[in-house]
């Protein structure tokens, strides 16, 4: 049976992007969902000495693998200064050295929050970009601003209005990946 893939481009334990991405995942019915908490996969900084030393770590390929046999992705990217944060760059970095098309005819949920009234929209627009040249194909992009005023860990997003627009993109993507 095919799966979706969520997870949040952090690595920070206490991710406001893992929370939406896990409340995200709940939202998807009829097919199984695997969530990955990102915080548990500490990839070192990408260099190509450390490539040509060591290779590829097991947790990088079977992450990798788990993409490779997704049916669609559902990812929500954090924010540092307006970009994605160094350890979701250097997380592409290292599975574009596996393979450069790693994300062929993957239909990706793409999703961003802050606390901030921009809702990480910087991150989200460069990932989005970035995606594309590893070959995937967003179908949706959800910005979640101002986290801590509009959403809550039990009832998830609080604002009627965002949560519409949110639950007509995972729509877009179910139908996508259907």
Known sequence: MSYVLAFAGSNSSVSINYKLVKYTASLIKGQEVKLRDMSKYPFPMYSQDLENESGFSNSLVEFKNEITNAEGLIIAVNEHNSFPSAYFKNTLD?????????????????????????????????????????????????????????????????????????????????????
């Open 94 to 178: 290292w599975l574009s050295r596996l393979d450069v098309k790693f994300l062929s005819d993957k239909k990706i949920l793409l999703m961003a929050t802050s606390n901030g009234g921009r809702g990480a929209i910087g991150a989200l627009e460069i990932t989005e970009k970035l995606l594309a040249r590893f070959q995937g194909t967003v179908v949706a992009s959800f910005s979640l601003p101002k986290y801590g005023e509009n959403f809550d860990e039990v009832n998830g997003i609080t604002n009627d209005e965002l949560a519409k627009v949110h639950a007509d993109k995972v729509a877009s993507f179910v139908k996508a990946i259907s």
